[in-house]
């Protein structure tokens, strides 16, 4: 009996990666460099964006959209801010989809934005196999997680253009090796940026900045 | 700034909950425990996995079932320790559900084990959306996560009996407040039975261990 195969990730993958690239083409119209953060929770999305957002106000109109499950506190954290912010309630799903993205653009005056943060759900798989439409990916990882993570979630340290390792501050506390992590990192992603940072202590967010800023200004040229 | 909400609900769950039943069927008439531990990357399954391990061994007959996306850097460091492991493989899939629990279980010699440990998919979400077919849930959290986490992640603390708060070793370092972290997951779930461990120091085993033990012996009677 012949084998019935339904490739259903296939047309499903394929479908959202035409949306995303649509939705990019709109951004890179409109000049709007839309960042997609990644990490896994806890990791300190929220706590760097706040950071490098107080960094960039000046230079550029900044929004971000908040993606949950279903909570509201960090949209809180970032509207207590001032930023310009948009809530995205998942409803369950681990990650945002191109779907989703267009539903959050289409809802938020992106036209007037520079520099848009995508504050993804904290979880190192989901996010990493969808195709949000961003012009770039990022990924936080922080320090007490461990410099093993690139060897159990490949997939996410391939997909992105920067990784930072946050909570560099806490490293006396935690066995975290610099040179093995950049190692593994490259080992997947040798065109990956690496930039060791601190939210808390603001360590190693210069360097960050200036190559985020060139990101977007290249894109929004 | 007011918060805009977008309710984005595209969710469609596998419902695998006969299945799930099934298994425990299976566990319980076999006498065997099966402990279901979910946790976010980084927060420490494997290192609680294998200081609870060492306070049981020679009380029960211990085995690990280790779920990677395509790794096996943990069931390489259980087997080091003399654990008699096996290792997953979930193929992209971000949680283990009832059918790959069951074909774990069918190529391990679970019938002569006391206790088994399904070390999950490091994940806050998709994990608690599946019934794996345990005989109980964990969730281990840890410090630099951050105590707002039941706020974020609802589910995975309402689907659990016990949370282990690990790596308060820490706690100088972070701002963690374990009477907000209870309320919080006492607010989800009344049930669950909280307990503050470092899997560093050992400190808070000795609860967590004996609690352990009696849920085994019960199912297992």
Not at 1 to 13: D, H
Not at 23 to 50: D, E, H, W, Y
Not at 119 to 126: D, F, M, Q, R
Request: hydrophobic share 45%.
């Amino acid at each position: 009996m012949a084998v019935k195969v339904v490739e259903v990730n296939e047309s499903v993958y394929a479908a959202n990666d035409h949306l995303a690239e649509e939705i990019r083409g709109q951004l890179k119209a409109q000049k709007t460099f839309l960042c997609n953060v990644m990490a896994s929770p806890g990791a300190g999305k929220s706590s760097v964006l706040l950071r490098t957002i107080s960094l960039l106000r000046e230079r550029y109109a900044i929004g971000v959209m908040e993606a949950d499950i279903d909570a509201t506190v960090d949209a809180e954290k970032m509207a207590r801010a001032g930023v310009q912010t948009i809530q995205i309630h998942t409803g369950g799903e681990c990650a945002m989809n191109a779907s989703m993205t267009k539903q959050g653009l289409d809802r938020f005056p992106t036209k007037d934005l520079d520099l848009v943060f995508l504050e993804n759900i904290g979880n190192l798989v989901c996010p990493a196999e969808e195709d949000t439409g961003a012009s770039m990916n990022l990924e936080i990882l922080s320090v007490p997680e461990g410099d093993d993570k690139p060897l159990k979630y490949p997939l996410m340290f391939e997909v992105v253009q920067a990784v930072l390792i946050n909570k560099i501050d806490t490293k006396d506390y935690f066995d975290f090796d610099d040179e093995k992590v950049t190692e593994r990192i490259h080992a997947l992603n040798p065109e990956a940026k690496i930039f060791f940072v601190s939210a808390k202590t603001g360590e190693g967010f210069d360097a960050w900045v200036k190559w985020l800023s060139e990101q977007a200004d290249a894109w929004n040229r």
